[in-house]
């Protein structure tokens, strides 16, 4: 079945480094979402890809969706301590909102003063 | 702002006991998703539901779970038989209609009820 896998699983990073966290799936993608868990919350929502090389910008993070819409990689410049969270790319191999969405393995952002 | 919102907030069941867990999706939303994520892992797809019946489940939604929309407002996830291995979060997230703007609108998650199976 489909996989999505994110690098790294964990990072940590001392507040205003930039944040990186890589998104692959093993099929080619219909569109991507990204969500934000904080410790003990449920997933919310940042945003969502269509396109192939996409490229979105909000605020101090930018989401790119790879030209073979396979990949996507979220970048956060200059990490403030309202960053900490779980980040995952979730996917969906078909278009369709009824339809399944494959969420990555995400990478836990850690960030210190 | 409209939220999703789920009850119990803690489930504590005994291994082969019935639960039932319910949500309130956000009122105009027509889309309806079960997800869980055992504990420091990704969050896993169960089913989409719309207009009163499946339209994609995964592997691990077999037998044993159900889901039912009972009135116009709540949506439920029933697991028949609990398994140990059934410990999770359990977050339910609605979706509104497709516009025509976007098919693939973001999905409204609740705040999810922890299920322990002992």
């Known amino acids: 079945g489909q996989q999505v896998m994110q690098i790294p699983q964990y990072q940590h990073v001392q507040e205003g480094e930039d944040f990186t966290t890589y998104c692959n799936s093993s099929?080619?993608?219909?569109?991507i979402q990204w969500y934000k868990q904080r410790p003990g919350g449920h997933p919310v929502f940042l945003i969502q890809?269509?396109?192939?090389?996409e490229v979105k910008k909000q605020k101090r993070l930018t989401f790119q969706f790879g030209e073979a819409k396979k990949n996507s990689s979220l970048h956060i410049t200059a990490t403030q301590t309202t960053d900490v969270g779980t980040y995952f790319c979730a996917g969906r191999p078909r278009a369709g909102t009824a339809s399944k969405l494959t969420f990555g393995t995400g990478t836990r952002l850690q960030v210190t003063l | 702002e409209p939220e999703v919102t789920q009850t119990p907030s803690h489930q504590v069941t005994q291994m082969g006991q019935e639960v039932i867990l319910r949500c309130v999706p956000i009122?105009?939303?027509?889309?309806f998703y079960w997800y869980r994520q055992i504990l420091g892992q990704k969050v896993e797809f169960l089913v989409s539901?719309?207009?009163?019946?499946?339209?994609?489940k995964s592997e691990i939604f077999d037998d044993q779970f159900s889901v039912e929309r009972p009135d116009g407002s709540n949506f439920t996830l029933k697991i028949r038989s609990t398994k140990l291995e059934d410990s999770a979060m359990y977050f339910c997230?609605?979706?509104?209609?497709?516009?025509?703007?976007?098919?693939?609108?973001?999905?409204?998650f609740g705040p999810g009820t922890r299920l322990t199976v002992l």
């Open positions: 890809l269509v396109k192939s090389g």
């Open positions: 009122s105009n939303h027509l889309y």
């Open positions: 997230a609605s979706s509104e209609r497709t516009t025509a703007r976007s098919s693939y609108n973001e999905q409204f």
């Open positions: 099929t080619t993608l219909s569109n």
């Open positions: 539901f719309y207009n009163n019946e499946i339209s994609e």
